[in-house]
């Protein structure tokens, strides 16, 4: 059953160092609006279609005049750093492709209650939220701009968890207490959206778990790279030493084992410097068919390949059945570590219902932001 997805972040006039240089309030709301040159990861980019507010692009001014009436707790201009917008995203948990026929009367039963949902938690503040169909899942990007307290302090009552932050704070929490709070109420946040949205239309509170591999399994990966990037570049070798090819010869069995050694280790070193997992049933079938039933190759084959009569065994002391190697599907793989090396397979509705939030200083004070 798919899971809910929905993100809160802050945002700065500046990026933090925590934060790439696109995760400024000009970065994300180029992004929302489908700005030229903003998000080149997209093949395809369509304009946005704007669901409440303005064009995502119009916020920006109101961010910058909050921005420059806004002090910090001793009354100093806020740093540019310093969280003065959020910015969400709600994912539907269904590839955009799909989205047809009854499946569009629900998406769009779970757009109009997810904008009803947003427009409730956040009232005027809600300037802007805009949907994209343009990437793998369809999505909502909301933009929230928090107003300033009597203090002339960014009022973050808003944010969830800055919120129950400042009020533990405000009984005498000690700083693991307040991170924890903070913590507390980010999944009150998700709690929240799962009973008002999620829940009328089947999908889960909590999706799967990311998983993190063992210390041992991360060195048997790291093993097994350097091993294969060794032994393609020794075939590479070898076989770069054989003079040019005669189509009129058949092929020996071992040069072809050779070859097939080769691109197999070229392969499964690019899939786990990639960190995907490889396709064991086609590794093991090649490595039967190296160990003694490969072809002796005829016609078109024959075209690409070098003589058979062609092999020479240069030092005298390895040939291509000295690079052989027994592979053991298990000895590589955590068996609890799922279908990736690091992490299950991205989903919109991927959701940890206890994730290792790092301790997030004060918006506005903390020189981290």
């Known amino acids: 059953m798919p899971s809910q997805f929905i993100h809160i972040d802050g945002i700065g006039l500046s990026a933090s160092s925590r934060h790439p240089s696109w995760h400024t309030v000009e970065g994300v709301l180029a992004e929302a609006a489908r700005a030229p040159g903003a998000k080149g990861h997209i093949a395809k980019p369509q304009p946005p279609h704007l669901l409440h507010g303005v064009d995502p692009l119009q916020v920006e001014p109101k961010v910058r005049a909050v921005a420059a009436e806004a002090v910090d707790a001793k009354g100093r201009r806020i740093r540019r750093d310093a969280v003065v917008m959020y910015a969400l995203v709600a994912s539907y948990p269904v590839p955009t492709k799909s989205v047809s026929g009854e499946a569009l009367k629900d998406y769009l039963a779970w757009r109009t209650a997810t904008l009803d949902w947003l427009k409730a938690m956040f009232g005027n503040h809600l300037a802007s939220v805009v949907e994209h169909l343009d990437e793998t899942h369809p999505h909502l990007h909301a933009v929230v701009v928090p107003g300033l307290d009597d203090n002339g302090r960014i009022d973050h009552r808003l944010h969830p968890g800055y919120a129950a932050r400042e009020a533990a704070r405000r009984i005498g929490s000690d700083h693991k207490q307040a991170e924890r709070a903070y913590r507390t109420g980010m999944r009150g946040f998700q709690d929240d959206y799962a009973t008002a949205v999620s829940a009328r239309f089947g999908h889960e509170r909590v999706g799967p778990r990311r998983r993190r591999l063992r210390r041992d399994a991360l060195l048997a990966r790291q093993g097994a790279v350097m091993v294969t990037t060794a032994l393609s ?137």
């Open 233 to 369: 570049e020794l075939t590479r070798g070898l076989i770069a030493q054989v003079p040019a090819p005669d189509p009129d010869t058949p092929l020996r069995p071992d040069f072809m084992k050779l070859r097939k050694l080769h691109e197999a280790c070229a392969e499964l070193g690019s899939q786990l410097q990639a960190g995907r997992p490889p396709d064991l049933d086609a590794l093991m079938a090649l490595i039967e068919d190296i160990d003694g039933r490969a072809a002796t190759g005829t016609g078109a084959f024959q075209q690409e390949s070098w003589a058979a009569d062609s092999w020479e065994d240069l030092n005298n002391d390895v040939g291509p059945n000295d690079c052989e190697a027994a592979v053991d599907p298990d000895d590589d793989i955590d068996p609890e570590a799922g279908p990736q090396w690091d992490v299950d397979p991205a989903d919109p509705g991927e959701d940890d219902p206890e994730p290792d939030f790092p301790d997030e200083p004060t918006p506005d004070e903390d020189p981290s932001w």
